[in-house]
């Protein structure tokens, strides 16, 4: 009998967009739903998006759309990016439906009737202007405790200090720039400690956690002797959310209503596929009750499983505050939450200035092949909170030498040779059957969400199948048409060794998985598909399965995710200006590129009409410049630094890149590129110029 499990990865905001950061969860998530399912289980893989919140209202406001429109096309872009990367759900809902409303108000009439709910004055800073209350984020200031300028309401960036936003010197809103006042209002408390009964039993229940997550939960939060704090669960109006249906003027906090979503888009989920919720989320018996529920199944019947993907960000509200609301709902808590730790890049901390804050569209938009990053995040997930860096050196080496080097290639050098596989197995000296044995150690570590573990058996079964065609040598059996028996023979051997490497990797590399299928006519759904080899069938066209990484296209990735504002104003030169005192520091040439890669580039020489500043940009400059034949060209350019006084750089001669995509910037649109050299320092800029004489529009060769 099959098992039943409901799987759900984290609410993405909606106000944000799909970023790597979202793709390991997602690809994590994805990798284990399709491992279930390969194994028979049957599989209710869902999510959402988190909608309310102070942060949907200010976006909507400032875009001039009301919070629904706003919430219709940025849902929709979500699904898009996530599919794009084969994580498509059985459902991706929204937290402001119906049913998220009937869920939380249910919980919220079982908590006031335990007895469970505080009301209590609570003193915020308010904007005036905007008319609402700030959270902490919204406000900047002075550290009280270090003098610090420029920092947020709750922590400083400088001396790390933590402190109440009303503490702040001089606060400012961020909104309005208002001086915020501070104001009093109601808020509504759950009585946490009256509920720790059932989060310590859920904290150790067995397997719900990690033991590394329990024990940090436990010596984090949970700690003898310390009260849990109560939790402040309301927020007065104006805000986006649910407005809480005995305090009108009053609304759920976001993180309140955010983890129902998994709950209603369960019910939305059962309700449109006509599915019974009770064999997918059950009620437990005793809502209200501060004891904890046993978990054991009723003899005959199979317990649906229920599984949380998260980031380690958020333990503290999916440990302690989701097991209390769900268990306050009536509501069966979760199997497991499974926690992942952050990704860095390169060594660093993800940022948008050095371009390694990475959007899920803009890995696309460079060209990548999405399966090379599902691959590549499988390898590192080892089913612990700890983090985990991608290196854009080790991505490429690790994805050419593995999927390409070691999985596609036993393809591509056998797939063309014969026409059909051998009616009966060859003897391949136990390779194929050692492969299958492997299969329940793989199931095993996937199972286990150490898929960096279940990846590496893989790779070594692929080492085994390589030194297998290495040996045979099906290239030279090809010349001697004497020995073409023996030919098909291998061939059908390491095809078989390819398509049992596929079915395991199938979780990590769907379209792998479905290319495998078809080229030896078998198609690989199942886990145990890698236990038979096949033999008979005619082989398939043999297609393109995937190609190298292309380092070109990793810098695309990164220049596409620098800021739009500070545009780098063009590639510096190797030499210094003869007029520099210092010599420049030695930056390494670039990669190596073809003639016909340079001839891409158009370059002509321009003539600056006029140069302006452009308000608020601290950087940009607004050249209105003259191609000749072409025309006139905006272009935004980042040399401010280095030109104080714009206007004296009308009428000069300049070179720009005219065949530039033109780059949409919050000022207005680029038009191309003008060509500076540049040094270390900000000031160091120097435009490049072509001799007297030169007329605007000539190409530059
Ligand atoms: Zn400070």
Redesign the pocket.
Same mark, same amino acid.
């Given at each position: 009998m099959s098992t039943r499990a409901l799987i759900t990865s984290a609410l993405p905001y909606i106000t944000g967009d799909i970023h790597i950061g979202h793709l390991v969860e997602h690809v994590q998530t994805n990798v284990y739903v399709r491992f279930r399912r390969m194994i028979g289980d049957e599989i209710a893989y869902l999510c959402a998006d988190d909608v309310h919140g102070t942060g949907t209202m200010i976006t909507a406001r400032k875009q001039g759309v009301s919070e629904a429109d706003l919430i219709a096309r940025l849902g929709k872009a979500h699904v898009e990016d996530l599919a794009a990367f084969d994580v498509v759900f059985d459902r991706y809902g929204s937290t402001d439906v119906a049913a998220n409303r009937e869920v939380v108000y249910g919980i919220w009439r079982n908590l006031r009737a335990a007895g469970h709910v505080a009301e209590r004055e609570v003193t915020q800073l308010f904007d005036p202007e905007a008319g609402c209350f700030l959270a902490d984020r919204f406000v900047k200031g002075t @550290?009280?405790?270090?003098?610090?300028t420029d920092?947020y309401g709750d922590s400083?960036?400088? @001396?790390?200090?933590t402190y109440a936003p009303t503490d702040l010197k001089d606060a400012r809103s961020t909104l309005t720039g208002a001086i915020p006042e501070l104001r009093t209002a109601k808020h509504y408390f759950v009585k946490l400690e009256e509920l720790r009964p059932v989060i310590e039993a859920w904290v150790d229940g067995q397997g719900h956690l990690h033991p590394d997550t329990a024990r940090w939960v436990r010596n984090t939060f949970l700690v003898a002797g310390q009260p849990l704090r109560e939790w402040d669960v309301s927020r007065p109006a104006p805000y986006f959310g649910f407005e809480i249906p005995d305090a009108p003027g009053n609304y759920f906090y976001v993180w309140l209503d955010a983890p129902c979503g998994y709950l209603a888009t369960a019910i939305d989920w059962c309700a449109a596929n006509g599915s019974d919720l009770a064999t997918w989320w059950p009620r437990q018996d005793q809502p209200g009750s501060t004891q904890a529920q046993p978990e054991t199944a009723q003899p005959g019947t199979a317990q649906p499983e229920i599984h949380h993907f998260i980031g380690k960000d958020i333990v503290y509200f999916h440990t302690l505050f989701w097991p209390a609301t769900l268990h306050a709902g009536g509501w069966r808590l979760p199997s497991r939450v499974h926690v992942h730790g952050f990704l860095t890049v390169n060594g660093e901390k993800m940022s948008k200035s050095k371009g390694t804050f990475v959007n899920a569209r803009t890995y696309l938009d460079a060209g990548l092949d999405p399966a090379h990053l599902r691959y590549f995040l499988a390898s590192k997930l080892n089913g612990t909170a700890d983090d985990f860096d991608l290196s854009l050196a080790e991505f490429e080496a690790k994805v050419n030498s593995d999927v390409v080097g070691k999985v596609v290639n036993l393809a591509s050098r056998t797939a063309r040779f014969v026409p059909t596989l051998v009616a009966a197995y060859p003897d391949d000296g136990g390779l194929f059957a050692a492969g299958a044995q492997a299969g329940a150690d793989i199931a095993r570590d996937y199972a286990a969400t150490d898929f960096a573990s279940a990846i590496r058996r893989i790779m070594a079964l692929a080492d085994r199948a390589n030194e297998y065609v290495e040996r045979a040598a099906p290239w030279a059996l090809k010349k001697d048409p004497a020995r073409a028996a023996e030919l098909a023979q291998v061939c059908t051997v390491a095809l078989n060794l390819f398509r049992q490497l596929a079915v395991y990797l199938a979780p990590v590399l769907p379209r792998l998985a479905d290319q495998a299928g078809q080229l030896l006519g078998a198609p690989i759904t199942r886990w145990d598909d890698a236990q038979r080899p096949v033999t008979g069938n005619p082989i398939g066209p043999f297609g393109r399965l995937t190609d190298r990484v292309d380092p070109a296209k990793l810098a695309k990735m990164i220049e596409l995710s620098l800021p739009k504002e500070a545009p780098a104003p063009a590639a510096p030169a190797a030499a210094a200006p003869a007029s520099t005192p210092a010599a420049a520091p030695a930056e390494p040439v670039a990669a190596t590129i073809a003639y016909d890669d340079f001839a891409k580039i158009d370059l002509r020489v321009a003539r600056i009409v006029t140069a302006e500043e452009v308000p608020k940009a601290k950087k940009i400059l607004k050249l209105t410049c003259d191609l000749g034949s072409l025309g006139q060209r905006t272009i935004f350019a980042g040399i401010k630094a280095g030109y104080p006084e714009p206007a004296k750089l009308a009428n000069r001669l300049i070179v720009v890149c005219a065949n530039l995509a033109p780059r949409q910037m919050s000022f207005g649109l680029s038009e191309g590129m003008a060509l500076a050299a540049g040094g270390t320092q900000p000031q160091e800029l120097f435009l490049l110029a072509p001799d007297a004489g030169a007329q605007p529009g000539q190409r530059v060769m």
């Open positions: @550290c009280p405790v270090c003098g610090a920092q400083c960036d400088r @001396c790390s200090a």
